[in-house]
């Protein structure tokens, strides 16, 4: 049985005290014009936080978060592209970060992934290549 959404908010609106109340519990949502501007090493890291968000509790991704940036080189596609298998192996031992292979592999494919963006989509940002400009195509083509 689908329910209405309209029904939902009021429901939500109701215990959090009211339309106001509720409005100011939600997180801060940025603007395509925002997202644009967002540089490329940041959305490879937010993909790389709800990857090891993932099974996890997000307060201890949340604390060992510096030490992610530190390890990944902030997250720089560049960077993170020249690395060696064995250094990426060396990740699993690496305690700045989730031990987990899968996630570290997801993180390497994800390298690989906006490395291939920004080459198709030359000096465009991930968003803008992703987003594909109103498409609804995740491979960014118009």
Not at 3 to 26: C, H, P, T, V, Y
Not at 60 to 75: D, H, L, R, T, Y
């Amino acid at each position: 049985m689908r329910e209405d959404f309209s029904n939902i908010l009021a429901r939500a609106a109701a215990r959090k005290g009211g339309e106001l109340a509720l409005a100011q519990l939600m997180p801060y949502v940025a603007s395509q014009e925002e997202l644009v501007d967002l540089p490329d090493d940041r959305y490879l890291a937010m993909m790389t936080k709800c990857i090891n968000q993932a099974g996890f509790s997000w307060k201890v991704i949340e604390n060992k978060w510096p030490e992610f940036e530190q390890a990944f080189f902030g997250f720089d596609p560049l960077k993170l592209s020249y690395l060696s298998p064995e250094q990426w192996e060396a990740y699993a031992s690496d305690r700045r970060v989730v031990r987990n292979w899968q996630k570290i592999k997801a993180l390497q494919d994800n390298v690989f992934f906006v490395q291939d963006t920004l080459g198709r989509r030359a000096a465009r940002p991930v968003y803008r290549a992703v987003a594909g400009h109103g498409s609804d195509r995740f491979d960014g083509a118009p």
